[in-house]
């Protein structure tokens, strides 16, 4: 599975953006799709996951009503949109697909990940 994110840019406090990852394939072996995010000097950290059978949707505390992950079959295409913007959303964003999601290092149940790409939300 090859997963390619795109939609980052920079966007002012308070702003929206729309990421896109666009997998080779959904299948049966990787049916969740997952966002994380990395900004600079921090580690790695969960933002929202999609099971792409049944739309079950995860989200980290902090994005919670401002971020919705979304999912279209047609275009086997993820989306996260991002509401409300503020500069600690800062970070390179990235796509992965994995087998199950786990609310613990959920990271680590992802087994493809795409390039990522940059969100910046300045003051």
């Known amino acids: 599975v090859q997963l390619q994110a795109s939609g980052g840019g920079l966007v002012q406090t308070g702003g929206s953006l729309s990421l896109s990852c666009a997998p080779s394939?959904?299948?049966?072996?990787?049916?969740?799709m997952g966002w994380f995010r990395q900004a600079p000097g921090k580690e790695r950290e969960f933002v929202a996951a999609i099971h792409w059978r049944n739309n079950i949707k995860y989200y980290a505390d902090s994005v919670k009503g401002r971020f919705t992950i979304s999912r279209d079959n047609a275009k086997n295409t993820g989306y996260l949109q991002m509401n409300s913007l503020k500069p600690e959303d800062t970070a390179v964003y990235y796509c992965?697909?994995?087998?199950?999601?786990?609310?613990?290092?959920?990271?680590?149940?992802?087994?493809?990940w795409g390039l990522g790409t940059q969100v910046t939300v300045s003051s």
């Open positions: 394939a959904m299948n049966l072996a990787t049916p969740v």
């Open positions: 992965a697909a994995g087998k199950v999601y786990s609310g613990y290092l959920p990271e680590r149940y992802m087994d493809y």
